[in-house]
Structure formats: C-alpha cells, structure tokens
C-alpha cells in the first residue's frame, strides 16, 4: 500500500520496464519512434496537418536505416513543410527538476535555418515573450557548402530581441554526432549545460563570459508542464534561396533524472 501510494504521489510513476528513463528510444533495439511521445507534423507553410492524416512522404518520422544500413528513424521535410517533430514529456515536466536529455544523430541535409531540438514553452501567459526558452538551431555556411553551423540559443522567440546565441560548432553533413542537454527548471536558479560529443561544451553568456553552465530561467510562467523537450525538424528554411528538404537520422534519445541515465548512450557523456 505505501509503495502505491508513493507512485500515485510520484510526478513520474513509470512502469518497471521503462522505471530508469523517463523516455527511451533505441532503434537498434527496435523501439517504434512512437515512444518518444506526441508527432507534431507541419504542412506547407506551417500548414495544419489533417486530423486523421497519416504520414506521408512530404513529411514523416518513422524507422528506418540510415544509408549504411544502421537502424535509425529517419526523419524527412520535403522543401517548405514545416514540422517533423516528437513532443516528448508533454504535461509531465515539473519545476525544481534537473532533467538530462541525450540522442545521437546524423544529419544529411538541413536547411537554412532549422530547429533540431527545442524546450519549448507552453505557458500562454508567458510564451509571447518566451516561446522558446532553448534551441539547436542549424545555420548553412554557404549555399553550396557542405558545412553548417549548429548553435545553442536562449530564448530564439523572444520580441524583445533578446535571442542569444551562446554556444556554436561547424559540423559535416553525413556524419553522426552526440547530444546531451542538462536543463534545470528552478525558476530562481535554473541552468543549461551542453555536452557535444561528450565534452561539456564552454558556453558565453550575455555580459561576455564563458561558463559550462549557462544561468537562466528555462520554466517560465506559473505552473507545471508549462516547458518540455522537442526532437526532429522544424522550420519553414525560407531565404532569399528558398527552401531545401532536411533528412536526419535519430538512432537513439534517453530523457532521464541523473547524468548516468544519458551516459547509457555511448559517446553523449566522456567517462
């Protein structure tokens, strides 16, 4: 009796099979991309997708292989769709909580600009101001470049302009890399911490300095469940180019409680 009403009482009461995460996915294991939670898909021009309507070849996030044959889910926006995303951990993230998030990923075309990763708020008194408290966001090197920049910014929404960029890397296209984000939700004394192939990365915060632990408020607004993770492909890419398609692979993401919990996927975290 007191270990049920523990679990009633608990913020996450998770079944023993899945007790050590509070998300999962392993596609060499065969985990369905379903278990990251809720698909949000994006038609034309951030465009509704139709109630009822099935993935389709225009925009999806479904298991596959990547081209060498590796498990994967394979994640697709054709040029001007907008969203191929998992919302995970929507309504069951709390404040006061340090959550460890970690996924392995190989991009093979991404756009101008395009959102792999959010934490996205979802508290509408605060989001007009802080819709997007972080985010990895591509930037292109070059029209005919195959290099791109991915950067960590705070607050990339915000009307007040500001949008900070604290933390950047050239990356390859075709080529896989590791993750892993360290958020804490104390709207007092909240931080972010990135680890990029398994080295916490040096980030620069506002006045200047350099830190590996980024100061700032992650949960804005009142109450719980008001900011949560996203993972796949987001943004319209529109430039004075136009858009192109974007493909990722995604082979594995872990959302837990303690740094060990992404450390289960080699190469997020140096031992």
Known sequence: MHALRTCLLSA???????????VSYNASAGDDPSVLGD?????????????GQSQNSSVYFKTATDPEGIPAAHVHKSADFTRAEYH????????DMTYYI???VRFDAV???TFVWQWKNYDKSTVDADNVPAVLTFRKDADDSDYHTIVLQVNPSAKDGGALVVWSKALTMRKTYTFGLVIN???????????FNGALAT??????????????????????ANSSPKVGLYGNGLNDKGAAGCDSYIYNVIIGTTLANI?????????
């Not at 450390?263 to 031992?271: A, F, L, Y």
Request: aromatic share 12%; charged share 20%.
């Open 12 to 22: 996450f009461c998770l079944t023993s099979a899945t007790a050590k995460y509070l």
């Open 39 to 51: 698909l949000n898909l994006n038609g034309w021009h951030r465009l509704d997708w139709p109630d």
């Open 88 to 95: 995970m951990l929507k309504d069951k993230t709390v404040k």
């Open 102 to 104: 970690g996924y392995k």
């Open 111 to 113: 756009d101008y600009q």
């Open 185 to 195: 939700t104390s709207q007092s004394s909240g931080y972010i911490q990135l680890y």
């Open 203 to 224: 980030m620069t915060d506002a006045s200047g300095k350099k830190t590996q632990k980024l100061a700032g408020n992650f949960f804005p607004g009142g109450g719980n």
């Open 263 to 271: 450390e289960d996927i080699p190469g997020v975290v140096n031992k």
